[in-house]
């Protein structure tokens, strides 16, 4: 359930427009835990990672719908994804930002979903290809230097030429919520 939630959040926030020249890199996480104890009074969460071992202690805000539905032994499940993809940017493209978040609805488990996108449209300069270093230009016309990690980041900015537009788009995304065992 939450994998589809957060590939929904991704792909709202990704935009897709079918151009062959881009490069993109993302990363995900997922932690499995355990509800050891809930305290009602203080809004008190403990939970037992699965994969560490170890405990941690969350006090769920009053935006946690259907508090009163966790109990010791639920299962939770967190998803997160960061991500970077470069492309072409589309003719009159400006910066932009967008934030997604939803939560369950009331009478469901318990969880919740957010992630939020930010484009920003540069002007190529160059590219050193010896040191994995592009300079671009930022919408107020300052130059800024981005060090490309990525064997895909790096056929892709030595391929552009001075002048070209391009959109760095940065997403990031979480899901958390009680799931079925």
Do not use: W
């Amino acid at each position: 359930m939450f994998k589809h939630l957060l590939a929904v959040v991704i792909l709202s926030l990704a935009p897709v427009y079918g151009i062959a020249q881009s490069a993109e890199r993302s990363m995900t996480m997922e932690v499995n835990a355990t509800v050891r104890s809930v305290d009602a009074e203080t809004r008190t969460i403990v939970l037992d990672n699965e994969t560490t071992g170890q405990s941690e202690i969350i006090v769920a805000g009053p935006e946690i719908i259907n508090f009163d539905q966790i109990e010791a032994g639920d299962k939770v499940k967190a998803i997160y994804t960061l991500g970077i993809a470069a492309r072409m940017a589309m003719p009159d493209e400006m910066d932009s930002a967008v934030e997604v978040d939803g939560r369950a609805m009331e009478g469901e488990k318990p969880g919740a979903l957010t992630g939020t996108a930010v484009t920003l449209v540069l002007e190529f300069v160059s590219f050193d290809n010896d040191a994995s270093i592009a300079t671009v230009k930022d919408s107020d016309g300052m130059e800024q230097m981005i060090d490309v990690k990525s064997d895909a980041g790096r056929a892709f900015a030595s391929e552009l030429k001075a002048g070209d537009m391009v959109a760095l788009t940065f997403a990031e995304g979480l899901a958390v919520g009680i799931v079925e065992e």
